[in-house]
């Protein structure tokens, strides 16, 4: 989209159209983030690198664009409006590059942040159909697997709403897209260097790019926290039941299997909240049960981890169940009593026969 000016404005001389296309590499190599598994059980090498590219246009005057990169869960870069460079976020953030390489992207970078505010103000002026306020959101990546191969993805929303992808060498419209949006495909596409640029940016640039960040991410990418895990009472079960809380954090990677148990059988009914970040980087979830007050024997939450190998956490609710204890203080009340109203009732008895 912010290509679209160049052609617009037949005056724009081409080394500008080159810079404005080169525009894409930072936030292309800026996308990363590793995806460390699926499922459960196999720790998958997966990774991916996703740049967030988040631009706001309140009116004519009034714009900004900010940009925040992960690499799989891990936030690797940010870069605000307010700023002029990108703010590494991690020691490993600019991976296998050398500082000269990072110097060449904060230039290229700037210069794209300039050029797709301007093209986007541009086209406004140039589309009828097209008002203020609006929200631009790109994501662009790549997915390195384990071998030599990668995937990349490059797609735009305007006003929250998917309108474009790079698919192969070009740009498309998705089906939804509204009318005008044709128009600026065809503007996009017509600069065949551009896509060109951005096919070797994706296939090429941001797979080397993500795998330095790996490498160099390494220890910090591959650690593992081990969970603790602790029961409470929920606040609020319905009538006549019981919500059983099993609270787990300080986990990390982010995969956990948590589940509420009655032996080997795992209870559907566990719902778990989502995964919420710790301000130490590892992450906290917690698995409800809601049981009949009566039901609980026997119940334990079972949480398995990376981290854990196979020594699964297993956490029984029986025995601190405090309706136990209030059963036998019940039982010892009622006791007390029967003491007391026996002894009242001997003393009478004593005192009568005394008469
Ligand atoms: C990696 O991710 C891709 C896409 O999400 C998936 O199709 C593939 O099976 C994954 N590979 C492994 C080894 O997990
Ligand atoms: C443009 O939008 C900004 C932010 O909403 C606002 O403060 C400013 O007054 C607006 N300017 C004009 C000319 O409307
Ligand atoms: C965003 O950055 C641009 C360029 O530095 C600046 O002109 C603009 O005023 C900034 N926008 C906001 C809302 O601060
Ligand atoms: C795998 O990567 C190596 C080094 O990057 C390269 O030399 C080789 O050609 C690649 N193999 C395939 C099958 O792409």
Same mark, same amino acid.
């Given at each position: 989209?912010?290509r679209?000016?160049?052609k617009?404005?037949?005056?724009?001389?081409?080394?500008m159209?080159?810079?404005?296309?080169?525009g894409?590499? =930072?936030?292309?190599?800026?996308?990363?983030?590793?995806?460390?598994?699926?499922?459960? %059980?196999?720790?998958?090498?997966?990774?991916?690198?996703?740049?967030?590219?988040?631009?706001?246009?309140?009116?004519s005057?009034?714009s900004?664009t *900010?940009?925040v990169?992960w690499?799989?869960d891990v936030?690797?870069?940010?870069?605000s409006?307010?700023? *002029?460079? &990108?703010?590494?976020?991690?020691?490993?953030?600019?991976?296998?590059?050398?500082?000269?390489?990072i110097?060449?992207?904060?230039?290229?970078?700037?210069?794209?942040?300039? @050029?797709?505010?301007?093209?986007?103000? %541009?086209?406004?002026?140039?589309?009828? @159909?097209?008002?203020y306020p609006?929200?631009?959101?790109?994501?662009v990546?790549c997915?390195?697997?384990?071998e030599?191969?990668?995937? @990349?993805?490059?797609? !735009?929303?305007?006003q929250?709403?998917?309108v474009?992808?790079?698919?192969g060498t070009?740009?498309?419209?998705t =089906?939804?897209?509204?009318p005008?949006?044709? #128009?600026?495909?065809?503007?996009?596409?017509?600069?065949?260097?551009?896509?060109?640029? &951005?096919?070797?940016l /994706? *296939?090429d640039?941001?797979?080397q790019?993500?795998?330095?960040?790996l490498?160099?991410?390494?220890?910090?990418?591959e650690k593992?926290e081990k =969970?603790?895990a602790w029961?409470?009472?929920?606040?609020?079960?319905?009538?006549g039941?019981?919500?059983?809380?099993?609270?787990v954090?300080?986990?990390?990677?982010?995969?956990?299997?948590?589940?509420?148990?009655?032996? #080997?059988?795992?209870?559907?009914g566990?719902?778990?909240?989502?995964v919420?970040?710790?301000?130490?980087?590892?992450?906290?979830?917690?698995?409800?049960?809601?049981? %009949?007050?009566? !039901?609980? !024997?026997?119940? !334990?939450c079972?949480v398995?981890?990376?981290?854990?190998?196979?020594?699964?956490?297993i956490?029984?609710?029986?025995?601190?169940?405090? @309706?136990?204890? &209030?059963?036998?203080?019940?039982?010892?009340?009622?006791?007390?009593? /029967?003491v007391?109203?026996?002894?009242?009732?001997?003393?009478?008895?004593?005192y009568?026969s005394i008469?």
């Open positions: 989209m912010w679209a000016k160049s617009v404005l037949t005056s724009e001389p081409r080394a159209q080159t810079s404005r296309a080169m894409l590499l =930072p936030c292309l190599l800026l996308w990363l983030f590793p995806r460390v598994w699926g499922q459960s %059980e196999v720790q998958q090498k997966n990774s991916t690198f996703r740049c967030l590219q988040i631009s706001s246009f309140a009116n005057s009034w900004r *900010d940009f990169a690499l799989g936030q690797t870069h940010s870069w409006n307010a700023s *002029d460079t &990108i703010n590494f976020l991690k020691p490993w953030s600019q991976g296998k590059f050398s500082h000269q390489q110097e060449k992207l904060q230039h290229i970078f700037q210069v794209y942040r300039i @050029s797709f505010t301007r093209d986007i103000q %541009e086209l406004v002026k140039m589309i009828p @159909s097209l008002h609006g929200e631009i959101q790109l994501s990546g997915e390195v697997y384990s030599n191969t990668s995937e @990349s993805f490059y797609q !735009a929303a305007f929250g709403e998917h474009l992808s790079f698919q070009s740009f498309q419209k =089906p939804g897209a509204p005008w949006m044709e #128009e600026v495909i065809k503007v996009l596409n017509g600069d065949q260097g551009t896509r060109e640029m &951005i096919q070797q /994706l *296939d640039s941001c797979p790019f993500v795998r330095g960040l490498e160099a991410g390494k220890p910090e990418l593992q =969970p603790v029961l409470s009472d929920g606040l609020s079960p319905r009538k039941h019981k919500q059983l809380v099993c609270h954090s300080g986990f990390y990677p982010k995969p956990v299997w948590v589940m509420w148990m009655q032996g #080997e059988q795992e209870q559907q566990t719902q778990r909240s989502d919420l970040p710790n301000a130490d980087g590892t992450w906290y979830l917690r698995a409800t049960l809601e049981v %009949e007050a009566g !039901a609980v !024997a026997g119940l !334990a079972r398995k981890h990376s981290s854990l190998g196979d020594q699964d956490i956490l029984y609710w029986d025995g601190r169940d405090s @309706s136990v204890g &209030i059963i036998i203080v019940a039982v010892l009340a009622v006791a007390g009593l /029967l007391f109203l026996g002894v009242i009732y001997w003393k009478r008895h004593s009568q008469q």
